[in-house]
């Protein structure tokens, strides 16, 4: 029998069902020689930093930084009882092969072959590769599995970027937390240079000064003619006057034919991109929808960074858009022929190709599907029609008058072909959005006709007053190009995309920085808070750049395709580490202002002198330092019970004198009870304790 592990029981089903698995037991399928299971998400992780050392359970400088020479891994407590059912069958020796169907990409494959060697399985892998859950494709992917050997670099990338996740995020975020006194300053690899980002943004949105400044407009009757930008208001104010009722003559008109190409098919980002421009939606949002209408069968893999499809399938394509022109378009528009070929390029797909929609819309009701969904499908579907439409194309003039021997400019422009803008109409009609709500701009006034030399008499000059702009919030749009386009000076069709994270990390990375408060979503807009940027101010340059971590995540992209070894990397990162660990032994004097010492939590008061008790690390304490009351947590009372001193115990006694405490263990006996602590304090050196028991009620003896 074959054993196939895929990432989720959704997704094993839809295998189950392709392959005749269809008799259901407890946590797998089974049936036509297969045994078909799943993991749930990462049933396997990197060991916590105590397990490694008892020590790195406490958070002490001394301890840092924390390199481990041997990674270990660990089933994660919740869900240990999946991981047995597929620990059981990777060894039962029914099992010949083992067939990885997890997602196909980097974090797909670490979650198989870390439940793999977790369970100590030897077996030989072969690897299901698909691009969408249809029928068809899960056959022609079972037809033509792939042995399990080719993803060792995938799986090393995948290695060494959980390690470097972990070794970054548990250094830094102890180091600083330790040196400022604060919990929470949550730092890693790929979300403190994305929060640098919106940091520095807002810094310059800050520091911005608006400068004024002036045009002089022309009313010519049928259309406005503007002079170029004024910066001294008295000059523009001079000019204003001077062509007031005075005649405007064409100078010079300038007529050009333009077009504008079809879009690109989507990849992850800019679908989450526009949906987040058009729609509002979050990146995790669109993902969210986007994954679900792939386990419906509705759309090829998600989480891809390509934006184009492969030569291969320009028939199903063609075929695709043909559906979508009849179920999408009405007649008028839905004829036209698409050019299938500018969509192809295999040099340009990777691991997976553009996000399109499945043959399976062919008998969807589309308006059955939940709104997210059904507007994520829209979107998806409407971009494969402008892909292949034909292009825009518009004539645009440009008119240059002189009034008061000043020079005024007036464009406009004419549609000669809607080409795939017709297309983009019914989107937005669709979707409910008018052509403002999608922001569009550009030449779209209609001059009209002009001759050189031909004047304009008595013209009506205005003075309009404007001011520079700063630079705009970030949104989840204009956030995700930064992060995709990072590390990059300059992006063109040949230069290779490091960035920050991956397509499909991002969203998780945004949803972080909120969940941990260091952004904060303001309508459309990301905002850092004031946590978000006291923690950017006191990092070192080398944790924020957004430029060293793109160039780690294309590292990471060489380590998969076998360019670089994955201990170089490693390496890399553990010296970056350790450097810096040693060059910040203590806080910076000038940003201990920007995390003031919390106040301490008053336990209760002190039974000898009134003041109040605060906790340690080790004890409770009197904060009169004349006074010697201490209880601490490991006194002998409680340790030889098999207790410890807790704050609620300690909470207890120092307000009622009592406290009930179960499950005390007696050395004598060998067995547990549970009895009420009682302060015993006599004003000695050393606080005492006592037991209480609850008095059982005396029976009376019967009369003989």
């Known amino acids: 029998m074959k054993l196939v592990i895929a990432e989720k029981p959704s997704v094993a089903q839809s295998i189950a069902k392709v392959l005749g698995a269809s008799e259901r037991k407890n946590g797998f399928l089974q049936g036509n020689g297969y045994i078909i299971s799943w993991c749930i998400g990462h049933l396997v992780g990197l060991w916590d930093a105590g397990m490694y050392q008892e020590d790195f359970k406490r958070w002490s400088y001394q301890t840092l930084p924390i390199l481990p020479e041997r990674w270990k891994t660990m089933v994660q407590p919740d869900k240990q009882e999946q991981f047995d059912v597929l620990a059981n069958w990777m060894n039962d020796n029914q099992i010949t092969e083992v067939i990885c169907a997890t997602d196909a990409g980097r974090e797909g494959e670490l979650i198989f072959r870390w439940v793999y060697e977790q369970a100590g399985c030897t077996k030989p892998i072969q690897r299901l590769w698909i691009s969408s859950m249809e029928d068809q494709a899960i056959q022609e992917g079972f037809a033509n599995l792939q042995d399990g050997a080719d993803f060792e670099n995938l799986y090393q990338s995948a290695l060494c970027r959980a390690k470097a996740d972990w070794v970054v995020g548990i250094n830094f975020t102890r180091l600083f937390s330790i040196l400022y006194n604060q919990k929470g300053l949550n730092i890693g690899r790929v979300m403190t240079p994305t929060l640098a980002l919106v940091v520095q943004r807002q810094a310059k949105i800050a520091a911005f000064r608006p400068e004024p400044f002036f045009h002089v407009s022309l009313d010519c009757g049928s259309f406005s003619a503007v002079s170029d930008r004024i910066a001294d208001e008295s000059t523009a104010s001079q000019l204003q006057v001077a062509c007031h009722g005075q005649t405007a003559v064409v100078q010079s008109i300038e007529k050009k034919n333009g077009s504008e190409l079809p879009p690109k098919l989507y990849d992850l980002t800019t679908l989450q991109r526009e949906a987040n421009r058009i729609l509002g939606y979050t990146a995790q949002q669109t993902l969210n929808a986007l994954q679900s209408l792939y386990e419906k069968k509705l759309v090829t893999y998600p989480r891809t960074d390509s934006q ?34 500018r969509l192809l390029n295999n040099a340009k ?175 459309k807009q990301l905002m850092p808070t004031q946590k978000g940027i006291h923690l950017i101010t006191i990092l070192p340059d080398s944790i924020k750049s957004p430029k060293l971590t793109a160039e780690w995540e294309n590292s990471l992209n060489r380590i998969a395709k076998g360019e670089i070894a994955p201990q170089t990397f490693l390496q890399q990162i553990n010296s970056m580490v350790t450097i810096l660990v040693n060059e910040n032994p203590a806080p910076k004097e000038e940003f201990l202002s920007l995390f003031p010492k919390p106040e301490k939590e008053e336990i209760g008061k002190c039974p000898r002198c009134q003041q109040s008790v605060y906790e340690s690390q080790k004890s409770f304490y009197c904060s009169n330092s004349d006074c010697s009351f201490t209880m601490w947590k490991n006194d002998l009372f409680f340790t030889s019970k098999k207790k410890e001193l807790t704050k609620r115990i300690a909470k207890d006694l120092l307000t009622t004198g009592k406290s009930s405490v179960k499950g005390l263990f007696s050395e004598k006996k060998g067995t547990s009870y549970d009895a009420t602590v009682v302060l015993a304090d006599t004003g000695g050196k050393y606080v005492n304790f006592s037991l209480e028991f609850p008095k059982t009620p005396k029976t009376k003896g019967k009369k003989s």
């Open 349 to 523: 797909v990777s691991d997976h190709h553009a996000v399109i929609p499945t043959a399976e819309i062919e008998n969807l009701d589309i308006a059955s599907l939940p709104s997210e969904e059904r507007d994520i499908l829209l979107l998806v579907g409407y971009k494969l029609l402008c892909a292949s439409a034909p292009k825009h194309s518009f004539e645009s003039t440009a008119a240059t008058l002189l009034c008061a021997g000043q020079a005024f400019s007036a464009r406009g422009k004419v549609v000669l072909e809607q080409g795939w803008k017709e297309i983009e109409g019914y989107l937005k009609s669709s979707l409910g959005k008018s052509q403002e709500d999608t922001e569009e701009t550009g030449m779209d006034k209609v001059l009209p006709a002009l001759q050189e030399n031909q004047s304009f008499s008595s013209v009506i000059a205005s003075l309009k007053k404007g001011q520079t702009s700063p630079p705009k919030p970030f949104t989840e749009d204009t956030l995700l190009s930064a992060m995709e386009t990072a590390g990059n000076d300059q992006i063109d069709e040949e230069t290779e995309k490091k960035g920050l994270g991956t397509p499909a990390t991002r969203a998780a990375i945004l949803e972080k920085l909120v969940h941990t408060g260091m952004l904060e979503r303001k309508k």
């Open 308 to 341: 184009y499809l492969t030569e291969d399938m320009a028939d199903s394509t063609g075929h695709i858009i043909r559906l979508l022109q009849a179920k999408f378009l009405p007649d008028s528009a839905g004829s036209f022929s698409p050019d299938i070929s």
